[in-house]
C-alpha cells in the first residue's frame, strides 16, 4: 500500500537534522505564559518577544481585555452558528461599523480567520473564466483562495511593475481580470509601489484587491496601510486584513465600497458554512480598532523601533531583507537552514524569540529570521536586542 505521507519524507529528514544536532525544535515552541505583549515565558525562560505580529501591542490593552470580558459574561462562549444563520450577533456588526468607520468605506464583512477572508473573497469574485494576475511572492492564502475558485493564475515577478503590465496585456479581450497586490509582503516586509501598481491595473480595466494584513494599523496616517500612505485607497476595489496582527486578537475582514458588496455574504462559501468568531472576539476587535484611530502616537514610536533596529542590525553586519525600514518587520538572512536554525538557538539562549522562515514559506528558497517589532517595545528593549543579536551572532559565526 502506497504512503500518502511519503511525500514529505526530505522535510521529515530536515526536522530530524536540526534535532539531531541537539538543537530545540525551532517550530515547536509553547508559551507557558505571556506576561506582556513584548515578554513571554517560552519552553520555561523567559524571553522577548520578537516574532508575534502583535505590532500595535494591543492583546493586553485594558479596554481590550474588559470588552472581551464583558461580551464573555453577557453573550457566552459562543455563538454554534453561521453568520447568515443564527450567528450574526450585536458585537458582530458592531465590529464591521468600527471597520467601516476605520477605513471610511461603506461595507464590511468579517470572516473567522484572515486566511478565510483571502479564500472567501477571491475565489468568490473570480472564478474559473476570469484571471488573477498576482505577485508570485502572494501569501498561501492568496493561491489557495485562486485555486478554489478556478480561476486562471497569472504571476509576475516580485514587485515588477513592467512585469504587471506585460501580464495585463496578454490577458483576453474582454475577459474578467483580479490584480491581487499585498501592501506589505511578510517574509521580507518590504513594500509594494501600489501608487504605480494600482492606476496600472486600473488602466486595463482590472478589479483590484490589496492585502493589508501586515500594515493596517500602523501604516499611512490614519493606519488604513500601503494605499492609504501611497494615495491610492480609493482605486482599491476590496482591501482584505486581518485581526491577528495590529488588532491584536484573530479573525479577518473585507472593506469596500462596492455597490454589490453585500450579496457577497450570500455566496461567499467560506463565510456562509463556517461558525462565527466568538461575540468575546468581535468585541475585543472592535474596541482595539476604534482604539486605532487614535493610535498616531503609537505608529510613531513603531516607525522609530524599526529604524533604530534596522540601522543596528545592519551595523553589526548582517544582511537584511530590505535595504532600509520600510514596515513592523525587519528580516535577518540566513546562508542556510542549519545556520538558521543554529543562530535562532543562540538567540533563544540568549533571551529572544524570533521567527525562523524556511522554504517554501520564503521567496526565493530563502532561509531568514523574521523580527517582528511592536509598538509596546521601549529603546532600551530594543538596545538589548541589538546586544542579543551581537551575541549570538558571534557565537554562531554569522558575523565576525
Known amino acids: 500500500m502506497s504512503d500518502l505521507l511519503a511525500k514529505f519524507d526530505p522535510l521529515i529528514e530536515q526536522r530530524q537534522a536540526i534535532l539531531d544536532d541537539g538543537l530545540t525544535d525551532p517550530f515547536g515552541l509553547v508559551m507557558e505564559r505571556v506576561e506582556s505583549p513584548t515578554v513571554a515565558i517560552c519552553n520555561g525562560q523567559r524571553v522577548i518577544l520578537l516574532g508575534t505580529y502583535n505590532y500595535m501591542g494591543m492583546t493586553f490593552d485594558p479596554d481590550v481585555i474588559a470588552a472581551g470580558k464583558k461580551a464573555l459574561d453577557e453573550f457566552g462562549s459562543g455563538t454554534t452558528g453561521s453568520r447568515v444563520l443564527n450567528g450574526t450577533y450585536s458585537v458582530h456588526k458592531a465590529c464591521e461599523e468600527a471597520l467601516k468607520d476605520f477605513y471610511a468605506m461603506d461595507h464590511a ?83 509594494a509601489p501600489l501608487d504605480k501598481m494600482v492606476p496600472l491595473a486600473k488602466k486595463y480595466g482590472a478589479t483590484v484587491l490589496v492585502d493589508e494584513a501586515h500594515s493596517m494599523g500602523f501604516i499611512g496616517e490614519h493606519g488604513r496601510g500601503v494605499a492609504e500612505a501611497q494615495g491610492v485607497i480609493d482605486d482599491c476595489d476590496f482591501i482584505i486584513g486581518t485581526f491577528s496582527k495590529s488588532v491584536g ?36 476587535a472592535a474596541t482595539s480598532i476604534r482604539k486605532l484611530m487614535s493610535g498616531k502616537d503609537k505608529r510613531a514610536h513603531l516607525w522609530e523601533n524599526s529604524k533604530l533596529l534596522h540601522a543596528g542590525l545592519k551595523r553589526l553586519g548582517f544582511t537584511l531583507g530590505t535595504d532600509d525600514p520600510q514596515s513592523a518587520i525587519i528580516a535577518v538572512i540566513m546562508p542556510d537552514l542549519p545556520t538558521g536554525a543554529r543562530m535562532w538557538q543562540a538567540l533563544l539562549d540568549e533571551g529572544l524569540y524570533v521567527n525562523l522562515a524556511r522554504p517554501p514559506a520564503t521567496p526565493a528558497g530563502m532561509t531568514l529570521l523574521r523580527c517582528s517589532l511592536c509598538a509596546e517595545h521601549s529603546t532600551d528593549q530594543v538596545s538589548e536586542i541589538l546586544a542579543m543579536f551581537e551575541a549570538a551572532g558571534r557565537a554562531t559565526n554569522c558575523i565576525n
Not at 470572516?111 to 498561501?140: P, R
Not at 486578537?249 to 458554512?273: A, D, M, Q, W
Open 109 to 191: 464583512m468579517v470572516f473567522s480567520t484572515g486566511y478565510q477572508a483571502n479564500l472567501g473573497i477571491i475565489s468568490t469574485i473570480a472564478g474559473k473564466d476570469d484571471y488573477i494576475i498576482l505577485d508570485i511572492d502572494s501569501h498561501a492564502s492568496i493561491y489557495d483562495g485562486c485555486a478554489l475558485g478556478n480561476a486562471q493564475i497569472v504571476p509576475f515577478r516580485h514587485n515588477d511593475i513592467d512585469a504587471l503590465e506585460k501580464r495585463l496585456k496578454r490577458v483576453p479581450e474582454g475577459a474578467g481580470k483580479l490584480v491581487i497586490l499585498e501592501g506589505v509582503y511578510s517574509m521580507l516586509g518590504d513594500v
Open 249 to 284: 486578537t484573530v479573525g479577518g475582514f473585507c472593506v469596500s465600497n462596492h455597490p454589490k458588496f453585500e450579496i457577497l455574504r450570500l455566496v461567499t462559501r467560506p463565510y456562509v458554512f463556517t461558525a462565527s468568531l466568538p461575540p468575546s472576539v468581535v468585541a475585543t
